[in-house]
Nanobody, 125 residues
Framework: QVQLTESGGGLVQAGGSLRLSCAVS????????MGWFRQAPGKEREFVAA????????HYSDSVKGRFTISRDNAKNTVYLQMNSLRPEDTAVYYC??????????????????WGQGTQVTVSS
């Protein structure tokens, strides 16, 4: 069983930056594909970014492409989401997720079987 713990959220002004971290514990030897999702009030959880086991491939939603960067340090069992040029519409609870599925990056929440508790990101205008 994989346990995920996010950190790094907070309040930032539009145009600012934040870096989220996701500490992975438990069955980490498998180095699962990892993803970040977010959920704003009254909206469904949406895909943000994902990364393969060794970090060779990444994928982003159109809304964050060019502004956010996902990375991982398997030696530290940590996944990161660097968020630049933040906008008020990026305000949401951000969740880290892991999937046992390999082969190609999944973008649906149903494909991920382990989730963190979430960290709040608020971007003021």
């Amino acid at each position: 069983q994989v346990q995920l713990t996010e950190s790094g959220g907070g309040l930032v002004q539009a145009g600012g930056s934040l870096r989220l971290s996701c500490a992975v514990s438990g069955r980490t030897l498998s180095s699962p594909f990892m993803g970040w999702f977010r959920q704003a009030p009254g909206k469904e959880r949406e895909f943000v970014a994902a990364i393969t086991s060794r970090g060779i491939s990444t994928h982003y939603s159109d809304s964050v492409k060019g502004r956010f960067t996902i990375s991982r340090d398997n030696a530290k069992n940590t996944v990161y989401l660097q968020m630049n040029s933040l906008r008020p519409e990026d305000t949401a609870v951000y969740y880290c997720a892991a999937t046992k599925l390999a082969g190609y990056i999944r973008v649906t929440a149903a494909s991920y079987d382990a989730w963190g508790q979430g960290t709040q990101v608020t971007v003021s205008s």
